[in-house]
């Protein structure tokens, strides 16, 4: 069985630019979490989709920010335009039991 | 949610058994204690959940007493291959988000 996986591994732009990630979770499962390390500091949640509604947005950092999750399938986290604080790693998770996540390696971005 | 509090570093060599503690005094009747592993360039894995006593898998045991103010991570004879950092979580939210602490960082020496 699949993992989760993401793409790009890594992404590096300048600041002021537009970076899309995507988010392809395990197959058959509804939660789609994405979740986030910035430099130093401990992973964060961002949001929480079940299928393709937002159940919990209260991570997201600010309206630069906007994920989608098309069809309840894959998912992707558009970041426009960019700032030098966003740089990170951004990780995705999908699960079926809450507490059970798996997550994917994660995306590095890189703002400069 | 409850706050965790675990070591942030510790050293073992290979063979031993590694116990790493966490603290979780305001634990709430209904939490769950979860263990994650997360191995450098890769996402957090799950390795282990329980509510009290013992629970073992075929990765590690998680022990918690009575009183569930604490939980203990157990690695049998751990190989260079566990050295990660290992995050105790506890409680989650009606959105089942997951929220990391700092972790404790495991060094497994030759």
């Known amino acids: 069985e699949a993992g989760v996986t993401q793409f790009p591994s890594h992404s590096v732009i300048e600041k002021g630019q537009t970076v899309t990630l995507r988010c392809d979770p395990i197959?058959?499962?509804?939660?789609l979490y994405w979740y986030r390390r910035v430099m130093g500091k401990e992973i964060k949640f961002l949001l929480h989709?079940?299928?393709?509604?937002?159940?919990?947005e209260s991570g997201m950092p600010n309206n630069r920010f906007l994920a989608e999750r098309t069809g309840g399938t894959y998912s992707t986290l558009k970041v426009q335009p960019a700032e030098l604080e966003d740089s990170g790693v951004y990780f995705c998770?999908?699960?079926?039991?809450?507490?059970?996540?798996?997550f994917g390696p994660g995306t590095r971005l890189t703002v400069t | 949610l409850a706050k965790t509090t675990q070591p942030i570093s510790m050293d073992s060599y290979e063979g031993q058994e590694v116990n790493i503690t966490c603290s979780h005094n305001?634990?709430?009747?209904?939490?769950?204690i979860t263990w994650y592993q997360q191995f450098p360039s890769q996402g957090p894995r799950f390795i282990i959940q329980?509510?009290?006593t013992k629970v073992t898998n075929e990765v590690a045991s998680l022990f918690i007493p009575a009183d569930r103010k604490s939980s203990t991570l157990s690695l049998p004879r751990v190989s260079l291959s566990d050295t990660a950092v290992y995050y105790c979580?506890?409680?989650?939210?009606?959105?089942?988000?997951?929220?990391f602490g700092s972790g404790t960082r495991l060094l497994v020496r030759p």
């Open positions: 989709f079940v299928k393709e509604s937002k159940q919990d």
């Open positions: 979580l506890v409680g989650m939210d009606s959105s089942y988000k997951l929220i």
């Open positions: 998770a999908s699960s079926q039991v809450p507490y059970e996540q798996y």
């Open positions: 197959s058959g499962h509804d939660n």
């Open positions: 305001n634990i709430a009747t209904n939490d769950y």
């Open positions: 329980g509510y009290k």
